[in-house]
């Protein structure tokens, strides 16, 4: 069984900054790709970032091209998603989650985490 645990969630004014993180633990992290996804109050789920198995290959959102920026650490068996420039339209729970192959396709994850809060108050 996969757990991801995220962590750096919180409240920021607009136009600064936050940096995700996701632990993964449970399976051999540096073979699966990973990705972000978001889902705000009233809305549904959607993508935000994705990253292959071995973090050459990455992928955005139109909404956060620019301003974040998905990584990973396979010595540490953690993802992360620094966001910088917030908006309150970024406003959401962030989730991380982990595909069962090594490269991501939509939002074919087998695992998910429980998601943080991310505020971003005007």
């Known amino acids: 069984q996969v757990q991801l645990v995220e962590s750096g969630g919180g409240v920021v004014q607009a136009g600064g900054s936050l940096r995700l993180s996701c632990a993964a633990s449970?399976?051999?992290?540096?073979?699966?790709?990973m990705g972000w996804f978001r889902q705000a109050p009233g809305k549904e789920r959607e993508f935000v970032a994705t990253?292959?198995?071995?973090?050459?290959?990455?992928n955005y959102a139109d909404s956060v091209k620019g301003r974040f920026t998905i990584s990973r650490d396979n010595t540490k068996n953690t993802m992360y998603l620094q966001m910088n420039s917030l908006t309150p339209e970024d406003t959401a729970v962030y989730f991380c989650?982990?595909?069962?192959?090594?490269?991501?396709?939509?939002?074919?994850?087998?695992?998910w985490g429980q998601g943080t809060q991310v505020t971003v108050s005007s």
């Open positions: 449970g399976r051999t992290f540096s073979r699966y790709a």
């Open positions: 990253i292959n198995s071995n973090g050459v290959s990455t």
């Open positions: 989650a982990a595909y069962p192959r090594s490269f991501p396709y939509r939002d074919k994850c087998d695992f």
